[in-house]
């Protein structure tokens, strides 16, 4: 595998197609498929998820090969596959949370901040995080 000059904004994600799930685009955009994602490679160094992703990603995903991180080859079943993007290509995540209602839902949400604290509408969007860097962050909401 060769390095390219705009290889620095090259994201690699290793995952597996989600089978139980499926996209239908009808501007007739390139094939996506929804893709439980384990871990990512950016600039050189690959980066394990706590727990996976869900995302939206364009085509079939390639076969691993000699330049996949072992952290790969080593933890993921012989399914997983590399997709390769631009930092700066749209996507959509999904966080997997798998519970109660009562947990995923209304005690992550009821309890966060306590009674006294507790925030309405509140979001977070467009945030990040880049060597010691943060930017793009927007919080929108109103304190009860």
Do not use: Q
């Not at 705009?6 to 799930?21: A, C, H, P, Q, T």
């Amino acid at each position: 595998m060769t390095e390219s000059l705009l290889g620095i904004s090259e994201v690699s994600l290793y995952g597996e197609k989600v089978s139980d799930m499926s996209f239908n685009d009808m501007d007739g955009d390139p094939i996506r498929y929804f893709v439980r994602v384990y871990g990512y490679a950016f600039e050189g160094n690959y980066y394990g998820m706590d727990a996976p992703i869900i995302m939206l990603l364009v085509g079939d995903g390639a076969v691993l090969d000699d330049a996949t991180p072992k952290d790969v080859k080593n933890s993921f079943s012989s399914h997983v596959r590399r997709w390769v993007c631009d930092k700066s290509d749209h996507s959509v995540r999904l966080d997997e949370l798998t519970g109660s209602v009562e947990s995923i839902l209304l005690e992550a949400e009821l309890t966060a901040g306590g009674a006294a604290g507790r925030v309405s509408g509140g979001r977070v969007s467009g945030g990040r995080v880049s060597g010691g860097r943060v930017s793009g962050g927007r919080v929108s909401g109103k304190a009860d």
